[in-house]
């Protein structure tokens, strides 16, 4: 059974810098793209990053473009997002998915970690 | 960005048929996808490239639709899926979503 099960989220002030780890089990962790996708409360969803199997692409939108970065461990079958210069928009439940190819669908998601970003 | 719109919500008797739309500002090809999210839970793939079922997805649901406009339709609707439906393309850079449409139980 595919699992990902998300941790790190929490409250943090703007400006700060704060890091999310997914652990993924229950398939081959490196022969998938995987993903970081956002939701705001109540609001609908936003893609937030991909990385490639082997970790040497990398995929961004322009809102979070130059702040933050994904990253993967294949000995660890761990993904991580680490997120710096937040603002209060980045407010959301972040939520870990396994892509399918480098242009596919999230066939898979984690259960989600909550970011506030306040003071 | 490719925006995708969907209408806000829509309320439907069990046993009645159900379809959802989604419309993108420019073509995706069949690159539509389609989830389900309860509420407090995460979404699920139920769509892929626009009319392939995912694993474990009842009959009940199937899609169609190619360039802008694309379809959801649930048939026969089951008391079960009351959920917020979402539409995501993954043709154009980047990735979006839609808005989503609540789907409520009369």
């Known amino acids: 059974e595919v699992q990902l099960v998300e941790s790190g989220g929490g409250l943090v002030q703007p400006g700060r810098s704060l890091k999310l780890s997914c652990a993924a089990s229950?398939?081959?962790?490196?022969?998938?793209?995987m993903a970081w996708v956002r939701q705001a409360p109540k609001k609908g969803l936003e893609w937030v990053a991909t990385?490639?199997?082997?970790?040497?692409?990398?995929y961004y939108p322009d809102s979070v473009k130059g702040r933050f970065t994904i990253s993967r461990d294949n000995a660890k079958s761990s993904l991580y997002l680490q997120m710096n210069s937040l603002k209060s928009e980045d407010t959301a439940t972040y939520y870990c998915?396994?892509?399918?190819?480098?242009?596919?669908?999230?066939?898979?998601w984690g259960q989600g970690t909550l970011v506030t970003v306040s003071s | 960005d490719t925006v995708l719109t969907q209408s806000p919500a829509l309320a439907v008797s069990p046993g009645e048929r159900v379809s959802i739309s989604c419309r993108a500002s420019?073509?995706?090809?069949?690159?539509m996808h389609w989830y389900q999210q309860k509420p407090g839970q995460q979404p699920k793939l139920l769509i892929y490239?626009?009319?392939n079922l995912a694993s474990g997805v009842p009959a009940r649901f199937s899609g169609s639709g190619s360039g802008t406009d694309f379809t959801l339709t649930i048939d026969p609707v089951e008391a079960d899926d009351t959920a917020t439906y979402f539409c995501?393309?993954?043709?154009?850079?980047?990735?979006?979503f839609g808005g989503g449409t609540k789907l409520e139980l009369k």
């Open positions: 229950g398939f081959t962790f490196s022969n998938y793209y």
């Open positions: 490239k626009a009319s």
């Open positions: 990385i490639s199997t082997s970790g040497s692409r990398t």
């Open positions: 420019e073509g995706v090809n069949s690159y």
């Open positions: 998915a396994r892509q399918t190819g480098s242009g596919g669908w999230f066939a898979y």
């Open positions: 995501q393309q993954s043709w154009n850079d980047p990735r979006t």
